[in-house]
Structures are given as C-alpha cells and as structure tokens.
C-alpha cells in the first residue's frame, strides 16, 4: 500500500517571499519592479540590474505592459541572454548586433551606403551563378544570398550593418535587371523559366552595371537605378 506524501515546501517559500513581492515561482508584479526587496531578489538570481541589457529588457517590458501584469525572474534573466555588454540585440541566426529594425524608421535604414568592393563582386558572383543555374527564377530554397549578406555584415561596423544591408540588396536587385536585360537582348522572347541563350551574359561585368547606377532619394529611402549618372 503506498503512502501519499503532500509537498508543502511551496508554502513556506511563498511565506518567505512574501515580504519581497515575489511568489514561489519567481513571478511579481511589474508594477513593482522597482522595490527593495524584489530588486534583492533580481540580484540574488545573478541579475545585474545596473546592465544596459537589463535595462532595455525591462524597459521593453515596461513599454509593452504599460507597467501592468507579471513578470518572472527567470523570464528576465533569459531575455536578458538575447541583449549585449551595449543592451543591443544579440541575432539568434548570426550572432551579430545592429541588425534588430525595431523602432528604427524606415528612412533611416534604407540608406545607400559605401559597399567595399569585396561584397559587391561577391553578391555579383552569387547573383550571376544563381541566375544562370536557375533560369532567372529566384530559388529560395537554394539561394546562397544570406550567406553574402552575413559575409558582408560581420566585418561591417554594427551602426552600418541595417543600412549596408539594404544597400547590398539594390546592387543584387540592379545585378539581376542587368542579367535580364541582357538575356532579353539576346532572346527577346525570353521569360523567366525559359532556358537561358549561351553565352548571354558573357558582357556583363560588376564594374560596368556598377557605374551606370545612380542613386535616387524617394519617400521611404534611397535607392539605385541604372542610366546616366549626371553626377559626373
């Protein structure tokens, strides 16, 4: 005959806790996040409540919330893992800071930027190799872009990595018109999908679509197109 034993340890750790506002499973209210005793109880867990990734995690919280509802101690401390030494996001993909676009406008980040000229012939290479294989189809379950913008991003300083990004991404964009303006010359009957003429684009060189781009200012950022660049 087995011997039902009731667990009360709960008890006497709420009874504990009580006069530092948080329960026996770590929780309090937000509201009262700023305490004495919950602060204790923060530091206690091995939470440094002076950190900027402490601050910004609270602060997020606090922002969400509106400084209602709960929040967990041990909740606190794994947001906190995702956040640098700066407070600044940490990617979960790549490992780099200065890629969270959260509350940063649009016209901020969509900003031409200087692109060294290793990550623009690299994204040309890709580009080129990837138009071919496929056709002028963008294949996303066998692209290797995110490979050239992760190249480019961890030798870019963190202030520049959203900003250079985007601006990879129009060189990519003006590569691709480039290679389809090409086939098209070639094969005005050309659609993407069709096989591609030999030797099409055996004229098209980086250097040459970069210095037709120019780049324009419109309402949600700057961009390239291709043509004259009246700035020379």
Do not use: C
């Not at 087995?2 to 937000?30: C, H, P, Q």
């Not at 900003?163 to 050309?190: C, I, M």
């Amino acid at each position: 005959m087995g011997i039902n034993v009731t667990d009360y340890r709960y008890l006497f750790e709420a009874l504990n806790n009580k006069s530092s506002g948080v329960d026996s499973f770590g929780r309090f209210e937000l509201n009262n996040i700023g305490s004495k005793g919950i602060q204790s109880q923060l530091r206690a867990a091995g939470i440094d409540t002076n950190s900027k990734a402490y601050k910004k995690v609270v602060g997020d919280m606090m922002r969400a919330g509106g400084g209602r509802g709960f929040a967990n101690i041990q909740g606190i401390k794994n947001l906190m893992n995702s956040y640098d030494e700066n407070g600044d996001f940490i990617s979960p993909v790549t490992g780099l800071t200065g890629m969270d676009a959260t509350n940063i406008p649009i016209s901020q980040r969509h900003l031409i930027i200087d692109i060294p000229e290793k990550s623009r012939q690299e994204m040309f290479d890709n580009a080129k190799r990837e138009f071919l294989q496929e056709n002028g189809v963008a294949n996303g379950d066998t692209t290797k872009r995110s490979d050239v913008f992760y190249h480019y991003q961890k030798d870019a300083k963190k202030e520049n990595r959203l900003k250079g990004t985007w601006t990879l991404e129009q060189y990519e964009r003006q590569y691709n018109k480039a290679f389809e303006d090409a086939v098209k010359s070639a094969d005005p009957s050309w659609k993407p999908g069709k096989k591609i003429p030999a030797g099409a684009l055996d004229g098209i060189t980086r250097d040459s679509i970069d210095k037709s781009l120019v780049k324009t200012k419109g309402r949600y950022g700057e961009t390239f197109t291709r043509g004259i660049d009246m700035r020379l």
